[in-house]
């Protein structure tokens, strides 16, 4: 018995410890003993006080927490904290969020151990800073690669998870304040009062750390939920079923942030179905949303089937509406005009919309990236775009800058990421890709922080509390090179010299640039996207082809037209050259690509060593789950340069230069493959490689 008792008390003992990356970037010591105080009760304010008490370490050192109005001008999430870390700190705040968000700024500091005096005043610069899940009712995640759906609906309202606050805390921690549920892909079945019940549930448990809770709707549901002969958004009916499903919501959740939509995209219904605008549908959904202060983020993601370069089309569409749009809707834009490609330039629609409210979606959830199999830190790709000029109102005129209110007048700001999230214990499939998911919080706050400052106070945070310090500043400068190297390296083996989208029809995983399937959509074709044939390769977007150029403001658009001035990284974005087009390096575009590809893949190992290299600063668990990633990713990186190197050869017949890696794949073989990925399942790399 008591040899019974010794195991169990081992095993519980090994199951605290163990480095299971479940508490993310959490790991404040929990033996606090400050004494804390403030001048108000609530909810929110009695979670900051527990959280610094719990983890703040100063015996005998007060820390006051004070709602003022002093702070106004903060705005309502911003906050001062000055005081000394030997005598005492206060955090002042005109509300009970600022509070909590001064307390987590506390506890990073100590973490990150800046020094004795605090002297800070902070405020965020987007006011809404939201994750969009695409989770669906049965649980499964439209491109998620870390499990399932976090959201229980098959035990709702009655089973509580206790992941649904560990969530809410994790996003307070780092500032995110809002939430959708659910994928744009919506099933109006969202909607039904059952549902909202539940949605209800969570919204109580996110309502405390400052989270309002959003819901995607499917633009069809009076139709479709409410039984309506039609949806058509000028019809009273309609108007009517919305208003009164929108008092029902909020009868439920009284602080309901709004709606997203996803309208007339990908096979999804919308205004355009009964020949009314996008305006049209954004606005009558504004209307019965405005009496709650609610908002609807309607996003630009369009485009058809037509004659017309996708890459246009979202621009087409609204360009021509801006200015029609309520002040409470906002237009959600992807970063780039296709589709979350590793690297893309930014959308033209950012400083084109003048007079309509408009916010920056990013992809944290990997699609094009490698899943949850490869590492790529992406707030340099978020900072590439968001530090974009897009001299709409003359130079400076940043991406950043012309969506946080900077340039044009927004009611709301706001910014969007596609999450990562799941019910993996490490919650995003990956360790190193809770990085991205912090990155978010962090940028969506302050996007003036660089990808650099982000990743080293992450690092600290997330294998600090288990290592010594020593241990730390050897693991720093190593892990930040990895991650700030990390996307690049992707974006060399997968979208060289800027060719896109051609990934494997279906998963997005691997490369299938051959891929042609009769009858389907030719946008959804890689053959669409990177044009190869025995003159050469690329998308004409310049003013010769498409003209997509046309819809940058000059100079850049002049720049990104003339090859000679379009930056390599993107050419082939804007420019179909010939295999012998000379190439900045001075090498023929046919050997740039070759030792592009082949760079990338070494750039894969370097990752892999580099990641080897940490090894004696942290702890085993995560250093075998991370170096396992590694092996994947870069018996990846090979299998795109051999496929895209031996397909392209069939056009450019072309030597591979001599001086690179011969391919150890053979051509046929890998066209005969199919990859059997769903989207909802992780790459299984046996059926990739052992075929
Ligand atoms: C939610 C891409 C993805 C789809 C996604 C869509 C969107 O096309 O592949 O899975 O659907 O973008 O953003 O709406």
Sequence with gaps: MKKLLLIVLLLSVTYVYAEDGSRLWLRFSSNGNAQVTSNIKGATVDIAIRELRKQWIGAGIKLNLTRTKEVNTLGSDGYIINGNRQTGISISSCSETGLLYGAYYLLRWQQTGLGDEINVSESPRYNLRILNHWDNLDRTVERGYAGQSLWEWDNLPSAISPRYEAYARANASIGINGTVLNNVNASPKILSIDNLEKVKILADIFRPYGIKTYLSVNFSSPTELGGLSTSDPLNKDVHLWWKSKVKDIYKLIPDFGGFLVKANSEGLPGPQDFGRTHADG???????????????????????????????????????????????????????????????????????????????????????????????????????????????????????????????????????????????????????????????????????????????????????????????????????????????????????????????????????????????????????????????????????????????????????????????????????????????????????????????????????????????????????????????????????????????????????????????????????????ISNHEKADINQLYNK
């Design 282 to 676: 954004a606005n009558m959904l504004a209307d019965v949303l405005k009496p709650y202060k609610g908002i609807v983020m309607w996003r630009a993601f369009v485009y058809n089937p037509n004659d017309e370069d996708r890459a246009k089309q979202a621009y087409q569409e609204f360009v021509p509406l801006d200015g029609q749009f309520r002040d409470n809707v906002i237009i959600q834009v992807k970063n780039g005009p296709v589709d979350f490609q590793p690297r893309e330039p930014f959308s033209p629609l950012f400083g084109a919309l003048k007079r309509t409210s408009i916010m920056p979606e990013f992809q944290i959830t990997q699609e094009y990236l490698g899943f949850s199999n490869h590492t790529a830190y992406l707030a340099t790709m978020w900072k590439e775009c968001l530090d974009s000029d897009t001299y709409q109102q003359g130079k400076g005129s940043t991406v950043a800058r012309v969506t946080d209110g900077s340039i044009y007048p927004q009611k709301y700001t706001a910014i969007a990421g596609v999450a990562n999230i799941g019910t993996d214990v490490n919650w995003c499939g990956h360790h190193l890709a809770q990085a991205n998911w912090y990155a978010f919080g962090r940028l969506a706050w302050n996007h003036e922080l660089t990808a650099e400052d982000i990743i080293n106070e992450w690092i600290t945070l997330t294998f600090g509390a288990s290592e010594s310090k020593a241990n730390i500043q050897n693991l720093n400068p190593i892990l930040s090179k990895l991650m700030l190297e990390s996307r690049e390296a992707v974006v060399t083996y997968m979208m060289p010299l800027g060719l896109h989208h051609i990934f494997a029809f279906g998963h997005h995983y691997g490369p299938e640039p051959w891929c042609d399937i009769p009858g389907a959509r030719q946008d959804w074709m890689p053959k669409y996207y990177h044009k190869a044939d025995v003159n050469g390769i690329g998308f004409d977007r310049s003013s010769k082809g498409s003209n997509a150029v046309s819809q940058y403001h000059s100079p850049l658009s002049e720049e990104l037209d003339d090859p000679a001035t379009c930056s390599d990284n993107i050419i082939l974005w804007f420019h179909h050259l010939s295999w012998d087009y000379k190439m900045k390096s001075g090498r023929a575009l046919w050997n740039e690509l070759c030792y592009t590809y082949d760079s990338g893949v070494k750039q894969a190992r370097f990752l892999q060593k580099l990641w080897d290299e940490v090894e004696p600063y942290i702890d085993a668990e995560r250093f075998r789950e991370v170096q396992s990633k590694f092996k994947i990713q870069t018996r990846d990186a090979v299998w795109w340069k051999d496929g895209c190197l031996l397909y392209f050869q069939e056009f450019s017949k072309q030597p591979i230069p001599y001086n690179i890696e011969r391919s150890i794949h053979e051509l046929d073989k890998m066209k005969s493959f199919q990859m059997r």
